[in-house]
């Protein structure tokens, strides 16, 4: 076994370790809080429920799509619209196609985790994840009916304008940890 496939491995049961840590931290958190609370056990059982319940509905139509878009979108396709030399008609691309589904953000991190698989760049997808949760077409009629069209306009050219700023700047941030920990 390779010196990189050990420290690969211990990095998976570290992440493991912190994981069920995690677990134990929220599970003895909750567990202390129900009893100062006893009046609050149904809805704090009752919501992990329903959450559950709601995506076991949800996700096997989502697997089903993603396992469509593995074997249907050639990866070349996704490389040339979102990919590292498509330029910045991919970063309105990866807006339109975050704004334009509803849905739970549950469902668009694995959309997200198949478009980087097939070589969409780490901008494009923050952008993708970012619309997906804060630019909605529905949500934008709801403000501007009820807001106002000044309103609308400016939260979402805002949005926008942040939204491709984090992306980029993720993108350096990670390609910088890239080649310093390379080495390079």
């Known amino acids: 076994m390779s010196e990189q496939e050990n420290m690969k491995e211990k990095q998976e049961k570290q992440g493991i370790i912190r ?12 567990l202390t809080l129900l009893y100062i ?13 329903n959450f559950f319940i709601e995506m076991m509905l949800i996700l096997p139509a ?25 330029g910045v008609k991919s970063i309105f691309l990866a807006l339109i196609l975050g704004a334009l589904p509803t849905g ?3 469902i668009a991190f694995p959309i997200a985790s198949a478009l980087l ?8 997808i923050v952008v993708f994840l970012s619309a997906w949760a804060c630019i909605k077409v529905p949500q ?23 939204v491709v700023i984090m992306g980029i700047f ?15």
Do not use: H
């Open 104 to 106: 739970p953000l549950y």
């Open 62 to 86: 989502v697997m089903v799509m993603l396992g469509l878009f593995a074997v249907w979108v050639p990866k070349d396709i996704v490389v040339r619209y979102l990919g590292k030399a498509s």
């Open 117 to 124: 698989k097939k070589g969409a760049k780490i901008s494009n």
């Open 170 to 184: 993720i993108e350096k941030v990670i390609g910088w940890r890239e080649v310093t920990k390379n080495g390079c």
């Open 37 to 49: 609370f006893p009046d609050k056990k149904e809805p704090v059982l009752s919501t992990p429920w």
């Open 19 to 30: 994981d069920l840590i995690t677990l134990g931290v929220i599970s003895i958190v909750t």
């Open 140 to 162: 934008e009629m709801v403000e501007l009916q009820f807001l106002g069209v000044r309103f609308m306009l400016s939260r979402l050219s805002l949005t926008i304008i942040f």
